[in-house]
C-alpha cells in the first residue's frame, strides 16, 4: 500500500504572499511532516504502573503540557495517561512494546490519521493568534497544547524558541482545511513552502 501525503494535492512548493523585498530569515517557512510513526499511548484508570519508570526511546513521559523529545522521538501530553508519540523509528512501539502491558496500556496507531505542519520563523506566534485562542506568547520550547485553529482541533507541539519552531497536527480529514487556513494568514507576512 503506497503512503500518499494529506496534503499532497495542495501543499505546493514555492515563495507566496508579500515576500518581495524581504530577506529570507523574515519569512515564514511552511512544510508538511509526513513519514513518522504516530501512536497513542493511554494507561488505564485501574493501571498501577509508576510511569515514571518508563522510558521510550531513552524518554521519560511528559507531564502535563510538556513534551520531551531526542533526535528520532517526541513525546506529547494529550491528556490525563494519555500522550502522543511521533517518531522517524518506524518500529520504536514493536521495539519496546513488552514494557506495555495490555491489561494496563492501550496503544494505538494513529500514524496515518495525521496531518502535521511545521511552522518556522519569527512571525509563528502573530500566524497562531489569527486563528487559536490559547496565550500564544507565554508558550515556549518544550511545551504543547491541544485547542482549535479556525475551528478545528488541533495539538500544538513547541519545538524551538530560536529559531520559533511549532508543529501543528491535526485529523487528517482536515488537513486541507487546516492548510489553507495557516497559509493564508501567512500571506501577509510572507512565506517559503517548502
Not at 514555492?14 to 515576500?19: I, L, P, Q, T
Not at 504502573?49 to 531513552?58: A, E, P, T
Not at 500544538?156 to 529559531?163: A, E, L, M, R, V
Not at 501543528?168 to 512565506?191: K, Q, V
Request: hydrophobic letters at 35%.
Amino acid at each position: 500500500m503506497k503512503n500518499i501525503s494529506p496534503l499532497n494535492f495542495v501543499h505546493k512548493v514555492g515563495k507566496f504572499g508579500d515576500y518581495n523585498k524581504k530577506s529570507e530569515n523574515n519569512l515564514l517557512k511552511i512544510s508538511e511532516v509526513n513519514g513518522l510513526l504516530i501512536h497513542q499511548i493511554t494507561q488505564y484508570k485501574n493501571s498501577n504502573i509508576d510511569m515514571s519508570i518508563i522510558k521510550l526511546d531513552g524518554l521519560n513521559f511528559p507531564s502535563p503540557l510538556k513534551s520531551t523529545s531526542n533526535s528520532n522521538t517526541r513525546i506529547l501530553w494529550l491528556g490525563p495517561n494519555n500522550w502522543l508519540v511521533f517518531s522517524s523509528v518506524l518500529d520504536l512501539i514493536k521495539k519496546e512494546k513488552d514494557q506495555f502491558n495490555e491489561l494496563d496500556f492501550a496503544i494505538t496507531d494513529i500514524s496515518h490519521s495525521r496531518t502535521i505542519i511545521e511552522l518556522e520563523g519569527c512571525l509563528v506566534n502573530e500566524v497562531l493568534k489569527k486563528g487559536c485562542p490559547l496565550d500564544i506568547d507565554s508558550l515556549k520550547d518544550g511545551d504543547c497544547a491541544n485547542s482549535v485553529y479556525n475551528g478545528i482541533n488541533i495539538t500544538i507541539d513547541f519545538i524551538s524558541d530560536n529559531p520559533k519552531k511549532v508543529r501543528i497536527s491535526s485529523l487528517r480529514s482536515y488537513g486541507e482545511s487546516l492548510h489553507h487556513s495557516i497559509t493564508d494568514a501567512c500571506l501577509e507576512f510572507g512565506y517559503d513552502a517548502i
